[in-house]
């Protein structure tokens, strides 16, 4: 049986690793004794790492495991100023599968890394070199496209997934409204639910080699019309913010689907009628 390893089981980690226990055999780490007690009563066999203070290192680790698959989904932890540790990580991560001998790297990566630009964006919209070129790109696009280079250079089979912003169990984007200052009616809304961030993982795993997708909704409207949909379907009680007509970015998936997948939800508003589901 393929075994695989997930560094870093919160949120979609987690789901992730519940989703592919049947098919097969998983390790996944979260970076507490409490966190990997709740993935062993799961039934995942949960391990404890941290890149901050491992008491294993990864070669460790994956030579006792013996991964065929390794995935990364661990958030790069901007709002609390872990920029440049996270592309340390995923170079250390890259070092450690290449001594393993990894088959595949699944990287989670973010539609962060497009540039702060009103157009449709691709996956040939950003790469590590356009930085250079465009200050469009935010110091958080950097380090992420910084980090996927590792992974693209690595000489291991790869896939990375741009995740828009994910919403699911939990995670009505309707519990942000009481902290937004306005919503607009030309920027669309790029999100996509946990059960299609965990299936396209799963998709990437089976068909995907050396290649880059945007993981996200493929039919959204404004983020006016979404946030105050995902409004009336929560237990919030917030008035909505100024309305403004400012024309953002909107993200495509058109890659991902003529590659062969097919989208659980295939409309914004279905994510939001299903917000609860799982995987």
Request: net charge negative; with cysteine; proline share 5%.
């Amino acid at each position: 049986m393929t075994v695989v390893t997930i560094i870093g089981a919160g949120w979609l980690g987690s789901s992730l690793a519940t989703y592919l226990k049947s098919e097969y055999t998983v390790y996944a780490s979260r970076t507490t004794p409490d966190g990997v007690s709740e993935l062993r009563q799961k039934g995942i066999n949960g391990f404890k790492f941290d890149f901050k203070s491992p008491e294993d290192s990864l070669e460790t680790v994956f030579s006792q495991q013996t991964p065929d698959i390794v995935i990364g989904s661990f958030p790069p932890g901007f709002r609390k100023g872990h920029r440049e540790e996270y592309t340390l990580y995923w170079q250390q991560l890259c070092q450690a599968c290449q001594q393993a001998k990894i088959s595949k790297i699944i990287m989670v990566s973010s539609t962060s890394v497009y540039p702060n630009c009103a157009e449709i964006m691709t996956e040939e919209s950003a790469s590590l070199l356009m930085t250079k070129q465009d200050p469009q790109f935010t110091d958080n696009a950097k380090i992420l496209l910084t980090a996927e280079n590792f992974v693209q250079k690595s000489g291991i089979h790869y896939c990375i997934l741009r995740m828009s912003g994910l919403v699911g169990p939990g995670r009505n984007p309707a519990r942000f409204i009481n902290k937004m200052k306005q919503l607009s009616t030309l920027a669309p809304a790029n999100i996509v639910h946990l059960i299609d961030a965990v299936k396209s993982i799963d998709f990437a795993i089976k068909n995907l080699n050396d290649e880059i997708v945007n993981v996200t909704t493929p039919y959204t409207v404004s983020k006016a019309e979404f946030y105050k949909y995902a409004l009336s379907r929560s237990e919030y009680d917030y008035d909505l913010p100024e309305i403004v007509s400012v024309e953002d970015k909107c993200i495509v998936s058109d890659k991902l689907q003529n590659l062969g997948y097919s989208f659980h939800f295939s409309a914004t508003s279905q994510a939001i009628d299903n917000i609860n589901e799982t995987p």
